[in-house]
């Protein structure tokens, strides 16, 4: 039995777990049994297979004052959280904890946060939108600089992290990393940034932090604190893990401590301000969400396998179709980063759901007189409204397919190509996937 919680000295109430003997390892039967093997005390005497959900944001005090359940109140720690933060530390090997919030921007805010001003946060110059609006904004007038880099060109992340680093007005270092990137799909080999930062940390005797986003590839797919030495990860729980397009979440996982490259002595302990701004700032996954949250993992390893299968397939459609200019498919032998991207990944052949096409105008389309960039994304809409099966929404990783024309949901700011079109695929039938795309491509405008 483990009786277990957090580090008194972050004043949270303890979280009280039982932990079964003979605990599975392997990530199939830890998802499918999610909860199970750490069942909160309340759950032991009723012996729920499901665990429970507790909606209680208050919770009663012993005789003597103490809190004999372990938790005070929900802002500060509730049964539900705790379970699926429980979870997701066991999800990712090497891992130490996980925290869980309202969405994964809640997640990014609060790591900032919780890295403090004076420091540069390098990112790769593509990347989801809404980390570079982020920064730009009120991060940026609070002290947190942002350096942009193309990450795939080593040669020259080599120049800027240097510069970073040397920067006397830089006290540490926050690595931002996305692989595969949104919505091209670029492949950042995160050994050699790892290596390559280490080595600078040791020659400026400053420290950093790195962080993944492993949204598009979850940790089924990429085991990234172990393997890839990642101090902590983000997840848009609301895509793939959640996995049915009916909650919002965001977690963090990370390791407790981690040893500074440039003293050799314990450097930042994240999870502390993290845990502080759960407690004091808001921001927790509500209990019903986490729930939901804890149910969708068990479908996680089927559903990836699905999603990859039907990508990988579609990704050679694409390819060998006179309509599409390019394809965005790190699981394609053509793709750039495709030997990178595949010795990164944990499972061998699943490449991820997501992609990037490129549509190109038939003959004598577009032909309006318009400016080009007006004219090609109005050929695109015309494609993609006529699928069926894909639907034309924003985010991923639900059941459903999903398509979206990137550039004009970005807005006037956007960097990606007219013609683009992201895609996520989802777990229909193969064959209504491709025929929907036959139609949709070639039919008459």
Partial sequence: MWLGGHDTNLTLPWVFLISYTHMPRRIETILAQAGLHYQDITAV?????????????????????SYPGGFVYARHG???????????TDLEGGADWSAAFTCGMQAVTAVFLAFGAQATVLLNQELYQGIRLLLDAPFGSWGLRAQVVDMTDLGALEVAMARVFADPATARVLLWLETP???????IDVRAVIAMAEGQARLHRKDF?????????????????????IDLTLASATKFLGGHSDLLAGVLTGRRRKLSHATGTTFLDLEAPIRQLQRHA????????????????KSLPARMRTHCENAHRLAHFFASHPRIAAVHYPGLP?????????????????SGSMMAIQVRARDGEGEDGREEGAEVEAMVLRVVARLRVFRRAT??????????????????????????????????AYEDLEEDWVQALGEEG
């Fill in 45 to 65: 005497s009723s012996r729920d297979v499901i665990p429970p959900l507790h909606l209680s944001t208050t919770f009663e005090r012993g005789s003597d004052g």
């Fill in 78 to 88: 509730n049964p539900t959280r705790a379970l699926l933060e429980k979870v997701m």
């Fill in 181 to 187: 990137s949104n919505p091209m799909l670029q492949i």
């Fill in 209 to 229: 932090v790195s962080v993944l986003d492993t949204t598009w590839l979850t940790p089924y797919l990429l085991q990234a604190v172990g393997p890839l030495r």
């Fill in 282 to 297: 808001g921001g927790n996954l509500p209990p019903f969400e986490a729930w939901l949250l804890l149910r969708g993992l």
């Fill in 334 to 350: 053509s793709h750039p980063g495709h030997a990178v991207h595949s010795a990164m990944m944990s499972r061998e052949g699943l």
């Fill in 395 to 428: 985010s991923l990783g639900g059941t459903e397919s999903l398509c979206e024309h990137r550039r004009s949901v970005e807005g006037a700011e956007s960097r990606t190509p007219w013609d683009l079109v992201r895609l996520s695929v989802g777990l229909e």
